[in-house]
């Protein structure tokens, strides 16, 4: 069973955008740092598959999703250090969860699921797959992000995490991302 580093305590408040490809995760997450100037913390898959890619055009396979959880939470602990009151995840375990759950049959590994119940991040931002599809070399499901959005959903409320969906494009998207911070920082259990 693989090992995966410990995620580093904090104070801050760990916030994972969350959701399909080409949602606006990343935009997101530096928007959000920007506002909060806080960190954030970019999205280890992208460059470890785009490499396997660029080396072997072979796409991600479930031997590399250990070696993704290990990146991300790696990352993690590198910025949580810097970050004030707020760390935004561009992504995080439970992504990672979702993706194998949707690509390998319904199969996860136990050690990346249990790695989903050890882990701790505060809320959960939702991102609706409401924005154009913006196609790359990874990205693969440009008819099912519907269904996608879906099936993050569907963990969220199985999990029981406080999360809230964010919609609408450009700055109305990140002023929708800040209102749901705002809500959830007075109701902390609450999902918007």
Same mark, same amino acid.
């Given at each position: 069973?693989?090992?995966?580093?410990?995620?580093?305590?904090?104070?801050?408040?760990?916030?994972?955008?969350?959701?399909?490809?080409?949602?606006?995760?990343?935009?997101?997450?530096?928007?959000?740092?920007?506002?909060?100037?806080?960190?954030?913390?970019?999205?280890?898959?992208?460059? /470890? @598959?785009?490499?396997?890619?660029?080396?072997?055009? +072979?796409?991600?396979? &479930?031997? =590399?999703? !250990?070696?993704?959880?290990?990146?991300?939470?790696?990352?993690?602990?590198?910025?949580?250090?810097?970050?004030?009151?707020?760390?935004?995840?561009?992504?995080?375990?439970?992504?990672?969860?979702?993706?194998?759950?949707?690509?390998?049959?319904?199969?996860?590994?136990?050690?990346?699921?249990?790695?989903?119940?050890?882990?701790?991040?505060?809320? /959960? @931002?939702?991102?609706?797959?409401?924005?154009?599809? +913006?196609?790359?070399? &990874?990205? =693969?499901? !440009?008819?099912?992000?519907?269904?996608?959005?879906?099936?993050?959903?569907?963990?969220?409320?199985?999990?029981?995490?406080?999360?809230?969906?964010?919609?609408?494009?450009?700055?109305?998207?990140?002023?929708?991302?800040?209102?749901?911070?705002?809500?959830?920082?007075?109701?902390?259990?609450?999902?918007?």
């Amino acid at each position: 069973m693989e090992t995966f580093p410990r995620q580093q305590a904090t104070g801050c408040h760990r916030i994972v955008l969350y959701g399909p490809e080409s949602t606006g995760k990343t935009t997101l997450a530096q928007a959000l740092a920007a506002h909060y100037q806080t960190q954030w913390v970019p999205e280890f898959a992208r460059d /470890y @598959l785009q490499e396997k890619w660029n080396n072997s055009q +072979e796409t991600c396979g &479930l031997e =590399d999703l !250990p070696q993704i959880v290990k990146g991300q939470i790696q990352l993690e602990n590198e910025a949580v250090s810097q970050a004030q009151k707020w760390l935004f995840c561009d992504t995080n375990v439970l992504v990672t969860k979702v993706w194998s759950i949707t690509h390998f049959d319904g199969y996860c590994a136990p050690e990346i699921v249990e790695a989903v119940n050890r882990y701790h991040y505060d809320f /959960y @931002l939702l991102t609706s797959p409401d924005i154009p599809w +913006e196609p790359d070399s &990874l990205r =693969d499901r !440009p008819h099912q992000r519907d269904e996608m959005f879906s099936a993050f959903l569907d963990e969220l409320k199985l999990l029981k995490h406080p999360y809230a969906i964010v919609t609408g494009t450009g700055k109305e998207r990140l002023q929708n991302a800040i209102q749901a911070l705002e809500k959830w920082l007075v109701n902390p259990k609450s999902s918007f």
